[in-house]
């Protein structure tokens, strides 16, 4: 028996008892998950059930309570501040995009891979062949592009930082069915490329058509975790939305 046969992997994102506050107001009241090297793992949840202040912490755009942990494969991002994370391997795409509004596709692209200086460097090039949709709109001003369009650029600049785990916030939200599908094939050939991603999505449908792990989010706190059985998805809908 090899030495490694029958131990678990050790995950690439451990989350342990994550809190945020926002001046006494418990958004995030003690979240506990796992991503392992290449899994795509969702949170769904109501509005305002703590989606977005989770990833924040996560990504180090809010401040983490006490007691709480975040580690990128064995290392402390707890008090690290953003942009080395970024360097750590996780990116992020946030809620309202955060593109540079005039400033050229490309640029904006290139501010990604800048922000990670050090890895391989085909940090565009890569992000480019994932979204090939991008090629045709790199001279063009982000402030000129549609909604869906923005939305894809925020996902180059993010993939172009080549990130170890991929942070994604409702990357669905506002965009037509046919560019939902295709954020839905985008996270699957990174998974399947090997990029994890922690994904938050309000809409269970895009969460179980990408990923069978599924925690769900309610008032802060995670109320369910499919665990990879997606067998009871009235009843977390139900709790998802109805709580
Ligand atoms: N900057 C802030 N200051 C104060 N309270 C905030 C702030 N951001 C979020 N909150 C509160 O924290 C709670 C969680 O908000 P959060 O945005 O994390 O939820 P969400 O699940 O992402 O919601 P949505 O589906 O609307 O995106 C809500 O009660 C919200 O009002
Ligand atoms: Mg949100």
């Known amino acids: 028996m090899s030495a490694d046969q029958g131990v678990a992997a050790e995950p690439l994102l451990r989350v342990d008892d994550l809190r945020v506050d926002?001046?006494?107001?418990?958004?995030?009241?003690?979240?506990?998950?796992?991503?392992?090297?290449?899994?795509?793992?969702?949170?769904?949840?109501?509005?305002?059930?703590?989606?977005?202040?989770?990833?924040?912490?996560?990504?180090?755009?809010?401040?983490?309570?006490?007691?709480?942990?975040?580690?990128?494969?064995?290392?402390?991002?707890?008090?690290?501040?953003?942009?080395?994370?970024?360097?750590?391997?996780?990116?992020?795409?946030?809620?309202?995009?955060?593109?540079?509004?005039?400033?050229?596709v490309r640029d904006n692209l290139e501010l990604g891979a800048a922000a990670a200086p050090g890895r391989s460097g085909a940090g565009l090039r890569g992000a480019l062949s994932l979204l090939p949709e991008l090629e045709g709109l790199l001279d063009r001003r982000a402030a000129t592009l549609s909604g869906g369009q923005q939305q894809f650029v925020a996902i180059g600049r993010a993939l172009a930082t080549e990130p170890r785990l991929l942070l994604l916030d409702e990357p669905t939200n506002g965009l037509a069915p046919r560019l939902v599908e295709r954020v839905i094939e985008i996270v699957r050939h990174l998974r399947a490329a090997g990029t994890a991603t922690l994904l938050v999505e309000q809409r269970l449908e895009v969460a179980v058509a990408i990923t069978a792990e599924v925690h769900v989010l309610a008032h802060g706190r995670v109320v369910h975790s499919t665990d990879g059985d997606t067998a009871d998805l009235a009843r977390i809908a139900h709790s998802a939305y109805l709580s």
């Open 22 to 104: 926002y001046r006494g107001v418990v958004a995030v009241g003690g979240v506990s998950l796992r991503v392992a090297e290449g899994q795509c793992v969702a949170v769904i949840g109501a509005n305002g059930a703590g989606k977005t202040s989770l990833l924040r912490a996560v990504g180090g755009f809010v401040p983490a309570g006490a007691g709480s942990r975040v580690e990128l494969a064995g290392v402390d991002l707890t008090r690290m501040p953003a942009h080395r994370r970024v360097r750590a391997g996780l990116g992020s795409v946030l809620e309202n995009r955060h593109l540079f509004p005039h400033m050229t």
